[in-house]
């Protein structure tokens, strides 16, 4: 009777290995015999003799079962360690501008009348005295 339980490892429908059990061993059971042993046995009854078992074959694991091949060390090696030198950091505006980066900038004013009058209401550049207007809120 073979005893050995094989069990395929499977990776998105491709097998990727298999483990092979050949030992389990049950624990715990401790505290499931001192409840029986409370309990009287019952008599012995005469039976006729019965052959004494044979004793246990040692395992030999099933034939489809393959050890993992020995272990070989790696032959290149490993660079030696270096110390860590962390990045630089990340450069700021005046870091740019006093390292002689130019910057060109327009700027630009609409004094065309396409925005509409400012004296008449409604107009997004009327003035109302000491309030706001909508570009000045905004």
Sequence with gaps: EDLASAFNCIKGKKETGRVVVLRADITGIEDGVS????????????APSAPAPEPAQPFTPPPAFSPPPAFT??????????????????????????GGCEISLGVAIDFSASNGD???PGAPHY????DKNDYEAA
């Design 127 to 130: 003035f109302k005295g000491d």
């Design 73 to 98: 060390p790696p032959t290149a090696y490993a660079p030696p360690p270096t110390a860590f030198v962390p990045p630089p950091p990340k450069p700021t505006f005046v870091d740019y501008v006093s």
């Design 118 to 120: 400012p004296r008449k």
């Design 35 to 46: 409840e029986r042993e409370e309990k009287p046995a019952p008599p012995p009854v005469a």
